[in-house]
């Protein structure tokens, strides 16, 4: 679930950014093993689509006019887009739970990460604080598609044998 957590905070920050990682890792082959990714993901043409919308995004999120993230169809859209990339980074098992924490934790953090970024803007201005986000965000993504994570070890002996 660590996965699924940590690219719901992505999603929080920058809407399009889980999917491209996550097809980009789909694309390469470097998704965690049994995941629950559609095929479809691996297609180059989506892989090059949703890099594109991440990199508008990117450049977007530094201009006077862009709206805020906390409107309600962009946290909407941010929920769905996480939910997606969260059910992509897990083990096929695991999924709807993956995706429903993936969906909630872009939605507590588009809140978290809006207040955070306006106290920043305060000092340091919109282009600034976006590039610092921006490094942020991607390095989080990256490592939540691609990153060895920790494994918890499995019981050796069960309960009824430990009494």
Do not use: C
């Not at 996480?82 to 897990?90: C, E, I, P, T, Y």
């Not at 610092?132 to 070890?153: F, G, M, Y």
């Amino acid at each position: 679930m660590l996965r699924s957590i940590l690219i719901g905070l992505v999603a929080g920050a920058r809407s399009m950014t889980p999917l491209a990682v996550v097809a980009n890792a789909a694309r390469t082959g470097t998704l965690p093993a049994d995941n629950g990714a559609p095929k479809f993901l691996a297609n180059p043409l989506i892989s090059l689509g949703t890099t594109a919308l991440a990199t508008y995004e990117l450049v977007g999120d530094k201009q006077k006019s862009a709206p805020d993230r906390i409107i309600p169809a962009a946290v909407i859209i941010r929920s769905f887009n996480a939910a997606f990339a969260g059910m992509a980074l897990s083990p096929r098992k695991e999924r709807f739970a993956a995706a429903a924490v993936a969906g909630a934790t872009a939605v507590l953090a588009s809140y978290a990460t809006f207040a955070a970024r306006m106290v920043a803007m305060r000092k340091g201005g919109q282009f600034a604080t976006g590039l610092i986000e921006d490094a942020i965000v991607v390095s989080t993504a990256v490592a939540a598609a691609r990153a060895p994570l920790p494994e918890l070890p499995a019981p050796t002996r069960k309960l009824s044998e430990a009494r």
